[in-house]
């Protein structure tokens, strides 16, 4: 019996702030969900939060990571065409981690290593393949011994090669077209440029060994590397073969979190300007409420938040309706949160006011438009032009996203 297939965009309502592949009746009909906002290239938004923002932030390493995913557990959805580049994201992700780990070097352990030697011997002589290989057969010389080897040719690097040779199978993909493809060849010259460093790791092929390893907790790159390796060789069921094609792709379920997506790339955007730039708090969290914001900005004492909705630069007009639509209620949700952020006392201590009711925290949204700025004014971020004139110290910033050429 052929799947039933349903095709939508995502809207500005709760939980469907993401572009994803999903089963709604499993084996029977599928969901395919694009952006809503048409040509976006969240493929680039993505890239520059890898290479701009800082690694050494654990939330922020953990927010990237949070803003895809696949669903192993589930059977496989057929999709016939690439709509959506899930995994160029999941590939970028790698290699921009890869390159950071081998610009430290690659980290060395223990390994077993068995080995028949030559008049020495080295850890421990195993009696019966000793005795199998040299003294039935009169090799008196030799000595079977299991010995420790502290290499790089360790089981981590050899899960990180497996994964990466994965990669550069499916960037090669002569099949694969991706819109900007400059993008893919600097890619793939990156992933050459990386596995280089690998010369020195062999290969590894016994999938179990793969998926029962565990990650010396110590090394925060590693395990974020292995953990992402596993999901590039799960993503193609453990076969290179699967990389190599792209008419036709039996992919697992997939999400890519667009609201987080746009919370990090606001990040960028705030860090690019130089007047306040790292002087940006990023989520942080009340003690007493557990309540996050987005951002807080000690300098001219605001609390930003980054909404991935499309109707804010028409609020006016939604402010006016009479009737709860869903945007009228988004946009004064949103208000209301802020309020409440703005008189959180710890919020309040974080911005810099202590102990005085009458000072008022500016609240900014900050919302995707097209029409938006590029980049945050170096000076200063908010102007008389961008407050919401029906609220005391409300603004709203529309900022243009990456769009596919």
């Keep these: 019996m052929a799947l039933e297939k349903e095709v939508r965009t995502e809207t500005d309502i709760e939980p469907w702030n993401k572009i994803r592949a999903e089963w709604i009746v499993e084996n029977k009909k599928y969901r395919l969900v694009r952006p809503k906002i048409k040509d976006l290239d969240y493929v680039k938004m993505f890239s520059e939060c890898l290479k701009e923002l800082p690694w050494d932030d654990d939330r922020i390493r953990q927010e990237i990571s949070a803003s895809y995913g696949y669903d192993f557990k589930k059977s496989r959805i057929p999709v016939d065409d690439l709509i959506i580049d899930i995994d160029i994201i999941l590939i970028l992700h790698y290699i921009e ?13 223990y390994i ?45 690097n ?34 050459r440029r990386v ?21 010396n907790s110590v090394f925060k790159e590693y395990g974020e590397s292995i953990k992402i390796a596993r999901m590039i060789l ?62 807080i900005l000690k300098k001219g004492k605001m609390i930003l938040d980054a909404k991935y909705q499309t109707f804010w630069n028409e609020y006016k007009k939604w402010l006016g309706e009479d009737n709860e639509n869903y945007k009228r209620k988004g946009i004064i949700d949103a208000i209301r949160q802020l309020s409440s952020y703005a008189r959180n006392k710890d919020f309040r201590e974080k911005v810099g006011v202590k102990d005085n009711e009458n000072d008022i925290i500016k609240c900014v949204i900050i919302y995707p438009d097209k029409n938006g700025k590029n980049n945050f004014d170096k000076n200063k971020v908010v ?23």
């Design 158 to 191: 050899r899960i990180l090669k497996k994964a990466l040779r994965y990669a550069i199978t499916y960037l090669k993909n002569e099949d694969y077209k991706d819109s900007e493809k400059s993008k893919e060849s600097e890619l793939l010259s990156e992933a």
């Design 195 to 215: 596995i280089r460093k690998f010369d020195r790791v062999s290969d590894i092929h016994d999938a179990k060994q793969i998926l029962h390893y565990k990650s």
């Design 383 to 405: 102007s008389e032009n961008d407050e919401i004139s029906e609220y005391i110290s409300f603004y709203k910033i529309g900022i243009k996203l990456p769009q596919k050429k």
């Design 234 to 295: 799960e993503r193609f069921n453990f076969s290179i073969y699967e990389c190599k094609t792209s008419k036709k792709v039996n992919i697992p379920p997939f999400w890519i979190d667009m609201a987080k997506l746009f919370e990090l790339y606001t990040l960028v955007k705030l860090r690019d300007a130089d007047a306040y730039g790292d002087k940006i708090e990023y989520q942080f969290e009340s003690k007493g409420t557990h309540e996050r914001t987005d951002f």
């Design 97 to 109: 981690v890869l390159r950071r780990i081998v610009r430290k070097g690659l980290k060395k352990n």
């Design 112 to 156: 077993d290593v068995e080995e028949n030697l030559r008049n020495k011997i080295k850890g421990k002589i195993l009696f019966s393949r000793h005795v199998r290989k040299n003294v039935l057969t009169g090799n008196e010389t030799r000595n079977f011994c299991r010995y420790q080897s502290y290499t790089e040719d360790c089981v981590e």
